[in-house]
Antibody
Framework: QVQLVQSGAEVKKPGASVKVSCKAS????????MHWVRQAPGQGLEWMGW????????NYVQKFQGWVTMTRDTSISTAYMELNRLRSDDTAVYYC????????????WGQGTLVTVSS | EIVLTQSPGTLSLSPGDRATLSCRAS???????LAWYQQKPGQAPRLLIF???SRATGIPDRFSGSGSGTDFTLTISRLEPEDFAVYYC?????????FGQGTKVEIK
């Protein structure tokens, strides 16, 4: 069955970087764009952008441009989201997710990765 | 950029009640690429509705979506105990894939 398995929780200091992985299985990884969504504690969902696993092309929300990098390794069906210059308000659960068709929403989600930024 | 505003912020209802959740867009969008998600504590969101009114695979028919233009509605016809959760709407298809701020459906 389709699965997105994300890397484990991280604790980082302000100013550091974090790289979260999302390993896909049960489908052809290059068929669907991979999206990243984050959720600060007790807050709503914030869409960050997507990567096209086939071409490597990316589309980031303006807020994250120059600050987030989404990459992929097709040989191991894994997508990555790296966030630089971390601040305390980047503390959040980061999710990867994809839509099985352009006219549908995000139908498959990873379990989430908690990133805590604290000095 | 289109902003999605959900109301009410919190809905206090009893099992068996009907729930009506609203999602209003700051401007009309031509496509009905509007989705609804359910999220329970400690879990990833689950897709309920896409295309404003189509149920995702495995979603019970007590969940229904409607609307177009700027006003969209998620209706839960009879609340089951497992339906108490937070619900988000999302505009998708064109960047950015904006989320509403969520509506919490809590037990009265």
């Amino acid at each position: 069955q389709v699965q997105l398995v994300q890397s484990g929780a991280e604790v980082k200091k302000p100013g550091a970087s974090v790289k979260v992985s999302c390993k896909a299985s049960g489908y052809t990884f290059t068929d669907y764009y991979m999206h990243w969504v984050r959720q600060a504690p007790g807050q709503g969902l914030e869409w960050m952008g997507w990567i096209n696993p086939n071409s490597g092309g990316t589309n980031y929300v303006q807020k994250f441009q120059g600050w987030v990098t989404m990459t992929r390794d097709t040989s191991i069906s894994t997508a990555y989201m790296e966030l630089n210059r971390l601040r305390s308000d980047d503390t959040a659960v980061y999710y990867c997710a994809f839509a099985v068709a352009g006219n549908q929403g995000l139908s498959y989600w990873g379990q989430g990765t908690l990133v805590t930024v604290s000095s | 950029e289109i902003v999605l505003t959900q109301s009410p912020g919190t809905l206090s209802l009893s099992p068996g009640d009907r729930a009506t959740l609203s999602c209003r867009a700051s401007q009309s969008f031509r496509t009905s690429l509007l989705a609804w998600y359910q999220q329970k504590p400690g879990q990833a969101p689950r897709l309920l509705i896409f295309g404003a009114s189509s149920r995702a695979t495995g979603i019970p028919d007590r969940f229904s979506g409607s609307g177009s233009g700027t006003d969209f509605t998620l209706t839960i016809s009879r609340l089951e105990p497992e339906d108490f959760a937070v619900y988000y709407c999302q505009l998708y298809g064109n960047s950015p894939w904006t989320f509403g701020q969520g509506t919490k459906v809590e037990i009265k």
